[in-house]
């Protein structure tokens, strides 16, 4: 008994320990958070996307201290070489709020052979009324950073100077009273800090609106039900639409 016992414990050590990065034969996901967050925040949908047999690159970036227009093209040069260095049949992305700014402003110069689907949680797509009303102020411009000066919701804004981009874009807009200090700026229906109008391109290919705010909506079990739906079949589940 104590000779089987060596060998079956020789035999579990000569196996190979599997981890996220050991995943390289499914698709590869690039996970983008959100303005003043880091990747901790997108942590939920990354188990899930892993558990799923994804390939996952989520990484931080400095979105408070540098313009996007600087860490843009790198970072996201970076992300794919990852995924293609796992031989990713197809590259998807998973953003929130800001990250599908990146994502649209990388496209607009820039062509990913097997980009896969695109899945945007709460992007301002046409800028935000916060912007508009916060961007003169000394804490909003020394705290929030550069970013967050070009969000606005006129025609020369970064979202808005943007043009259409090629993929299945699915969009996930969240309404709910998460950050209720900033609701009488925004018109309409909103997370918070976007509209739900303006979370919207002509592009897209789905959109599902939530019963979820701005801060929290990458942490829904359902919203990340309805990401891992959308990237498997290009289209949301809308059976389970949390705003009925």
């Given at each position: 008994?104590?000779?089987?016992?060596?060998?079956f414990t020789t035999l579990l050590l000569l196996l190979p320990t599997l981890t996220p990065a050991d995943q390289g034969e499914g698709d590869?996901?690039?996970?983008?958070?959100?303005?003043?967050?880091?990747?901790?925040?997108?942590?939920?949908?990354?188990?899930?996307?892993?558990?799923?047999?994804?390939?996952?690159?989520?990484?931080?970036?400095?979105?408070?201290?540098?313009?996007?227009?600087?860490?843009?093209?790198?970072?996201?040069?970076?992300?794919?070489?990852?995924?293609?260095?796992?031989?990713?049949?197809?590259?998807?992305?998973?953003?929130?709020?800001?990250?599908?700014?990146?994502?649209?402003?990388?496209?607009?110069?820039?062509?990913?052979?097997?980009?896969?689907?695109?899945?945007?949680?709460?992007?301002?797509?046409?800028?935000?009324?916060?912007?508009?009303?916060m961007k003169d102020g000394f804490f909003y411009q020394t705290i929030m950073g550069p970013n967050a000066q070009v969000l606005g919701t006129?025609?020369?804004?970064?979202?808005?100077?943007?043009?259409?981009?090629?993929?299945?874009?699915?969009?996930?807009?969240?309404?709910?009273?998460?950050?209720?200090?900033?609701?009488?700026?925004?018109?309409?229906?909103?997370?918070?800090?976007?509209?739900?109008?303006?979370?919207?391109?002509?592009?897209?290919?789905?959109?599902?609106?939530?019963?979820?705010?701005?801060?929290?909506?990458?942490?829904?079990?359902?919203?990340?039900?309805?990401?891992?739906?959308?990237?498997?079949?290009?289209?949301?589940?809308?059976?389970?639409?949390?705003?009925?």
């Amino acid at each position: 008994m104590k000779r089987l016992k060596y060998l079956f414990t020789t035999l579990l050590l000569l196996l190979p320990t599997l981890t996220p990065a050991d995943q390289g034969e499914g698709d590869c996901a690039i996970l983008l958070h959100g303005m003043g967050r880091t990747s901790m925040s997108m942590g939920a949908i990354e188990d899930a996307l892993i558990a799923q047999g994804y390939t996952v690159w989520n990484e931080g970036y400095p979105s408070l201290t540098q313009s996007l227009e600087e860490f843009a093209t790198p970072m996201m040069e970076s992300a794919i070489t990852y995924c293609r260095d796992n031989q990713a049949p197809s590259i998807h992305f998973v953003t929130h709020s800001l990250g599908g700014i990146i994502v649209r402003y990388y496209l607009q110069n820039h062509q990913i052979d097997n980009l896969g689907r695109i899945v945007m949680l709460a992007p301002p797509n046409k800028g935000s009324e916060v912007a508009d009303g916060m961007k003169d102020g000394f804490f909003y411009q020394t705290i929030m950073g550069p970013n967050a000066q070009v969000l606005g919701t006129d025609e020369n804004s970064l979202p808005n100077r943007l043009k259409p981009i090629d993929g299945e874009i699915g969009i996930i807009a969240g309404e709910a009273d998460g950050e209720p200090w900033f609701l009488p700026e925004i018109p309409g229906a909103d997370d918070g800090k976007v509209a739900v109008e303006r979370t919207k391109l002509p592009e897209m290919k789905d959109f599902l609106r939530v019963k979820s705010g701005h801060t929290f909506i990458m942490r829904d079990d359902e919203v990340i039900r309805q990401i891992l739906h959308f990237l498997q079949n290009g289209f949301f589940d809308k059976k389970r639409e949390l705003s009925e």
